[in-house]
């Protein structure tokens, strides 16, 4: 599909998507500095009820979000948590004990229905219930207990970016807040997050060689595996290209069979223990001869085919993820414009998606 200027969003493809990705350090400057103290206060006041468990809800590039906080909830408050199917309550109807439990409901838009009635039977089912949206005034804030908002500004492009990394940083600092952590590691992302969006020509690059792929694969581990999930689906949503995303140990349990040398593998690869964790996976990628890209440390990207060399340094793994995500927006971006389509508009999409 070619663009012409008959596009509803811009003459110029990707122009909105690329502002938008570009606003992320101002967005994230944004939530350290104005919303973290209600974030905070927030926290505190969900964990004096105590929750003995949590349900996460959402869909799309929220999901993605969710499973971030699902490791972030088990992994620092020892939490067991679940990512709930929304039908079970919507379309069946169930109703089950829900007293103690925190749910927190992703949604950018806060507006579609069954995230809204999902939430509802929550508390009615008595839940202590949570809504983490870009928009106070939502449907889905009403009729929760309890609302973070991200901050994020108007989101005009299809894709989301800025949304998704500032959903990931409230969450972050709402689990450090039930921790009463202080969320200090989050404090230097802005600046960091600036420098990986300056790196666009790098990333031009690599979109170059994959301009013509027909299939991605994309695997990670730990706190990585939710930014491959959401690489898959800035990919699927903007260039069309069928990007299956694994956990590394999926990986190895079958999917690693149409691994080849023609369709490209990209491993995000966390510095910390989900980066130990998927060597394996790594070693044996290589003794296929796929065509290897890393997202992660120096010393990884050397012995890829190709990859982008992310400041992890010092950064500690469970806050990674926002950076992680950066450079495979990006990505995304500049494959969708070398296959002469437009991202901020990918056919058949609505930016509200009105699920039931």
Do not use: W
């Amino acid at each position: 599909m070619t663009v012409t200027s008959s596009s509803p969003y811009s003459e110029q493809p990707g122009r909105i998507m690329s502002r938008e990705m570009s606003e992320q350090p101002e967005v994230l400057r944004r939530l350290l500095d104005t919303g973290a103290p209600k974030i905070r206060e927030t926290a505190g006041q969900v964990a004096a009820k105590r929750p003995r468990f949590v349900l996460l809800t959402a869909r799309g590039t929220s999901d993605n979000a969710a499973l971030y906080a699902k490791y972030l909830l088990e992994v620092r408050l020892g939490l067991p948590c679940g990512l709930t199917s929304m039908s079970t309550t919507t379309a069946y109807g169930a109703r089950p004990d829900l007293r103690d439990v925190l749910v927190i409901t992703v949604s950018q838009s806060g507006g579609s229905p069954d995230l809204v009635a999902s939430t509802q039977a929550a508390r009615e089912a008595g839940a202590i219930t949570l809504a983490v949206t870009n928009n106070p005034d939502s449907p889905l804030a009403a009729v929760s207990e309890h609302h973070l908002d991200i901050l994020a500004g108007p989101e005009k492009a299809l894709p989301a970016t800025k949304t998704y990394t500032a959903s990931l940083l409230a969450l972050y600092l709402f689990i450090e807040g039930l921790r009463d952590g202080d969320g200090a590691a989050a404090h230097p992302l802005p600046d960091l997050a600036a420098d990986l969006l300056a790196r666009q020509q790098e990333v031009r690059t690599l979109a170059a060689r994959y301009r013509f792929a027909e299939r991605m694969v994309i695997t990670s581990r730990g706190y990585g595996y939710p930014t491959a999930k959401e690489a898959a689906l800035k990919l699927m949503e903007t260039s069309y290209i069928p990007a299956l995303a694994y956990s590394g140990a999926d990986l190895l349990h079958g999917p690693l069979a149409m691994v080849d040398n023609i369709s490209p593998v990209i491993a995000v690869v966390p510095e910390g223990r989900g980066g130990d964790a998927l060597q394996p996976v790594l070693d044996r990628l290589r003794g296929r001869g796929a065509d290897l890209v890393v997202i992660g440390p120096k010393a990884q990207v050397e012995q890829a085919s190709a990859g982008f060399v992310l400041p992890t340094e010092g950064v500690p793994e469970e806050v990674q993820p926002i950076l992680e995500i950066i450079p495979l927006q990006l990505l995304a971006h500049e494959v969708t414009i070398a296959r002469g389509q437009d991202p901020d508009a990918p056919r058949a999409l609505a930016k509200v998606t009105e699920t039931r």
